[in-house]
């Protein structure tokens, strides 16, 4: 059972340091960027793919290699569901029937936090492969903790309601909330200062009607179908920030960023359900921490909110998406750059009182810890891809304390997927991914990697 006690600390600046990174040091979701260029908060980030996936597959995929960690293909239920008939949409033996309201309005505070079936059996596929007893030991440990469930592309989304099914069964077997975690992840030219984590539409090839019409109507459809359980959703990683601060970069153009507002704002509005709980994507301190980057993020956010219709169920933002950076430091290996935010606690302190300024002062934040166990293990905070001895972090939980509204640490990245394939040559090869501290062992975006799971088990911190 997750703690409901609440932490809130004042809303503080990081720090009087740095004019602000005009570009960012980090590509956010799974970090990115490279400080390329001297002087104060000089830097651009050279990728930002979260690594969520290759999605090119069609057709049902193996579950040990698919980048969702999603249920067997097998036992996916597919096809139109009635909201008003269907048994997700409550039921169960529960006397009475279970409150899904939210304490507060955290959706994670007093509840289970649903523990995705498709990871479970990834890590099976690497417990299988290991004779180490303590090792298997720690992974079954593993197999207890909530991973989100990716929404990569448009074939994930016959998995979905199978997913919801499982955490409701879960739920009516237990009398109490379950909260299930999804990612929104699909924009046309997705990822567009990425190479691993480019997406399947393309806005020159009919992407925004798609987008809409075979991604986000059926995901509506499947949500208000499940409407007896609370369902988190982290909205789009990577999307805004880059606007915020790649804008011209790559395939990072007006056109893309115009798409990435309108289309947020439609997901936003389209999905705005009672018992869904929506956390827009807001990078990390190493890509939005300068002051002028804080500024220009937040206030994108509030337009694109301001254009959804300020929808309610906008709870608020979801940082360090599928990235390393620690909860809080006091020096790292590489260069700080005059960012005043040493780490996402500090961030997250930041960008509230950035977010408070464009009157968005009542947003709460989640974090992810699922890779951030272990410091310095980059040269550089623009390393995003694959960092070798990375190590699992803080469990997921609601009401951490440490910063201010932070509604939970989550696991949003499943330790394990790859980040982007490490040879060089290969399809949707980063630069990124062959840098010295990032592990070149690995396969492409979102498939499993059992020797780097293995270490990211080894060096957990706090320790499983």
């Known amino acids: 059972m997750a703690t409901s006690v609440a932490v809130i600390l004042a809303l503080a600046a990081c720090g009087d340091g740095g004019g602000g990174d005009t570009s960012g040091t980090g590509g956010g979701s799974s970090g990115a960027g490279s400080p390329t260029s001297s002087g104060v908060g000089a830097g651009t980030p050279t990728s930002s793919g979260v690594g969520a996936g290759t999605p090119t597959s069609t057709g049902n995929v193996d579950p040990t290699t698919t980048s969702t960690g999603n249920v067997d293909p097998t036992t996916t239920s597919t096809g139109t569901i009635d909201p008003t008939t269907s048994a997700a949409s409550g039921g169960g033996s529960c006397s009475p029937a279970v409150d899904i309201t939210a304490p507060n309005g955290n959706p994670f505070a007093d509840a289970e936090l649903f523990v995705d079936p498709g990871y479970v059996k990834k890590v099976d596929s690497s417990i299988a492969q290991v004779t180490d007893a303590s090792l298997k030991a720690k992974m079954e440990k593993v197999k207890q903790i909530q991973t989100a469930f990716w929404l990569d592309r448009i074939e994930a989304i016959k998995e979905l309601p199978a997913y919801l099914d499982a955490a409701l069964k879960r739920q009516n077997e237990t009398c109490q909330p379950v909260t299930a975690l999804i990612v929104i992840y699909d924009l046309p030219n997705r990822d567009c200062f990425a190479e691993a ?184 905070w623009g390393y995003w891809c694959n960092n070798k001895g990375a190590g699992m972090g803080e469990r997921p939980r609601a009401n951490p304390g440490g910063a201010t509204r932070l509604d939970a640490f989550v696991w949003v990245k499943p330790p394990g997927d790859s980040d982007g394939v490490g040879q060089e040559g290969q399809p949707r090869y980063d630069l990124f991914c062959g840098k010295e501290n990032a592990d070149t062992r690995a396969p492409q975006a979102g498939q499993w990697f059992h020797e780097y799971f293995v270490e990211c088990v080894k060096n957990a911190n706090p320790p499983l």
């Not at 991604?215 to 359980?229: N, R």
């Not at 790649?246 to 115009?258: D, F, I």
């Not at 608020?316 to 780490?343: I, K, R």
Request: hydrophobic share 35%.
């Open 197 to 380: 984590s480019n997406g399947e539409l393309h806005l020159d090839q009919n992407g925004t009607q798609r987008y809409r019409e075979e991604y986000i109507a059926p995901i509506k459809q499947i949500l208000a179908a499940h409407s007896g359980q609370r369902i988190a959703a982290v909205i789009e990683p990577d999307s805004l920030p880059n606007i915020a601060t790649n804008l011209g970069g790559k395939r990072c153009t007006e056109e893309t960023a115009q798409s990435y507002r309108d289309n947020v704002a439609h997901t936003l509005k389209e999905l705005d359900m009672p018992h869904v709980y929506q956390y827009i994507d807001a990078a990390h301190s190493g890509w939005l921490g300068w002051e002028d980057n804080q500024k220009k993020g937040a206030q994108i956010f509030a337009e694109v909110i301001e254009a959804a219709g300020n929808p309610p169920s906008v709870r608020g933002f979801a940082t360090n998406v599928a990235n390393y950076t620690q909860l809080s430091y006091t020096s790292e290996s590489y260069d700080q750059q005059n960012n005043p935010c040493f780490g996402e606690y500090d961030y997250v302190n930041a960008l509230g009182t950035a977010l408070a300024a464009e009157g968005l002062g009542d947003k709460h934040f989640i974090i992810d810890t699922s890779r951030n166990g272990v410091g310095n293990i980059r040269a550089d």
